[in-house]
C-alpha cells in the first residue's frame, strides 16, 4: 500500500553534502516511524537516523552533528540533509517506514539511492 522512492544521490568529494529525499505514495508521517538506513558492500544494513510520528529524532552516533532528518508532512516527503561527508559515509541509502498495532505489523522500504564520497 505504501510506496517509498529514494532521490538525491550521487558523487561528492569530502567534506561536501548531499541531501537525500524519501517520496511516499500516501500521508504516512502520522501513522508510520521514519528512517534511513544504509548499507555499504559487504556489510550489514544499520540505521543513520529516525524520526517518530511525534517529530523526535535520534542519530548513529557516527553521524551525529553531520545529517539531519526532517519531513514535510505536506509533500509526503521524508529527507536527510548530509554535511561533512567523509569517505565512511559511502553506501546506498534506504528509505524505511515501520508501523504497528495491536494486530497489524507494516514495514516499508525504498529501493535505495547510491552516495559516494570521494577523498
Known amino acids: 500500500q505504501v510506496q517509498l522512492v529514494e532521490s538525491g544521490g550521487g558523487l561528492v568529494q569530502a567534506g561536501g553534502s548531499l541531501r537525500l529525499s524519501c517520496a511516499a505514495s500516501?500521508?504516512?508521517?502520522?501513522?508510520?516511524?521514519m528512517s534511513w538506513h544504509r548499507q555499504a558492500p559487504g556489510k550489514q544494513r544499520e540505521l543513520v537516523a529516525g524520526?517518530?510520528?511525534?517529530?523526535?529524532?535520534n542519530y548513529a552516533d557516527p553521524v551525529k552533528g553531520r545529517f539531519t532528518i526532517s519531513r514535510d508532512n505536506a509533500k509526503n516527503t521524508l529527507y536527510l540533509q548530509m554535511n561533512s561527508l567523509k569517505p565512511e559515509d559511502t553506501a546506498v541509502y534506504y528509505c524505511?517506514?515501520?508501523?504497528?498495532?495491536?494486530?497489524?505489523?507494516?514495514?516499508?522500504w525504498g529501493q535505495g539511492t547510491q552516495v559516494t564520497v570521494s577523498s
Open positions: 524505511n517506514a515501520k508501523g504497528s498495532g495491536t494486530s497489524w505489523y507494516r514495514d516499508y
Open positions: 500516501v500521508n504516512i508521517f502520522s501513522t508510520y516511524t
Open positions: 524520526i517518530s510520528r511525534a517529530g523526535i529524532t
